[in-house]
């Protein structure tokens, strides 16, 4: 089978260049300088257990027309798109550049392959009262205001809600085989705790370490929902590769505790007080407009979307998730672990 993938050498691809390598497969990765990237990505794959050696490069950049590919392709039996420009106070121009134009490009590429898509887009695009909220309604992209989400949700989450929005309809038109992985927020290795720095939840934890978190933001009822990286490379490993895949796979451990007994669990490995009251999530968001207070706290407004009161339907990727004999993970476990490999990344420091 011939793997394409993009966004290999981020948090997520790293461990699924390594799932799918340590399998036995070869996956070409799209790098935008193959000869500086590629020798580390292989020494981090093999650094997971992985086979680096497995793993080849092409030249490709999202931000370039048509991607920036110089040669034809060989012939791919699947595209993984990983691929996407982060951070919280991206400029609107530049997000949907690289996430909007540059997925719709990914597409394009698998539709002229005739291969599937795997699309990876985020699991709030399953909340619907807050698309709803954003002024999302419907599946015709040409419908929304997308000046409004922008600035109603960040440039970083409104051009991941359009690439995934606009991707989806262009798929259906084409009659690409496409199939969406969903992920919640990505907590460390469920063996080793181990995540990155620029992850939402290493922050999280940070804050919390660093006496940041004097309150519990909303409600016990609010959540910020989670799934271990590994499970979600295994995961987006097998929508690649089995024969038959859902359309839609909810990458989210239902288990997750809510966001108080999150902290309680974290605090009680980083040595720290958790705290204990609650904050209303709209008092916290309005605290956090006021100039520089979000610095200070280290927390953008963006990311307060993702702690939330819904609750999710987890029953088609748990079926799934049987069928692949795929074992679930403890996630209060993971958030042990991760907050472990946190403590200790401080301890080096």
Known sequence: MSLLITGATGFIGR????????????????????????PELRRVVDELGGDGCRIEAISGDLDAPELGLSAALPEMDTIIHLGARFGWRLAPEVARQTNVAGSLAVARLAQSLGCRLVFISGFMLENTQHLEQLGIMGVDPDAVNWQRVYRRAGAYEASKL?????????????????????????????????????????TLLDNLARGRMAMVPGTPEHWLPLVAVDSLARLIGLAATVERAPA??????????????????????????????????????????????????????????????????????????????????NIAEVVRKTAAFYSGQQSET
Request: proline share 7%.
């Open 162 to 202: 359009e690439a995934a929005i606009r991707t989806r309809a262009y798929a259906k038109r084409a009659g690409l085989e496409f199939v969406e992985v969903q992920p919640a927020t990505v907590a460390g290795s469920s063996k080793t705790g181990a995540l990155d720095r620029a992850q939402p939840l290493y």
């Open 15 to 38: 461990h699924l260049c390594a799932q799918l390598t340590r399998e036995g497969r070869t996956v070409t990765a799209m790098l935008r300088q193959p000869g500086r990237q590629l």
């Open 248 to 329: 839609k796979l909810l990458a989210l451990d239902p288990e997750t505790p809510n966001l108080k007994n999150l902290l309680a669990i974290a605090a009680s490995v980083l040595g720290t007080k958790a705290p204990r009251h609650h904050i209303p999530m709209w008092c916290l968001a309005a605290l956090l407009v006021i100039p520089g207070l979000s610095r200070l706290m280290n927390t953008p407004p963006e990311t307060l979307s993702f702690i939330q009161s819904t609750r999710f339907n987890t029953a088609d990727v748990e079926r799934f998730m049987v069928e692949q004999e795929v074992p679930r993970t």
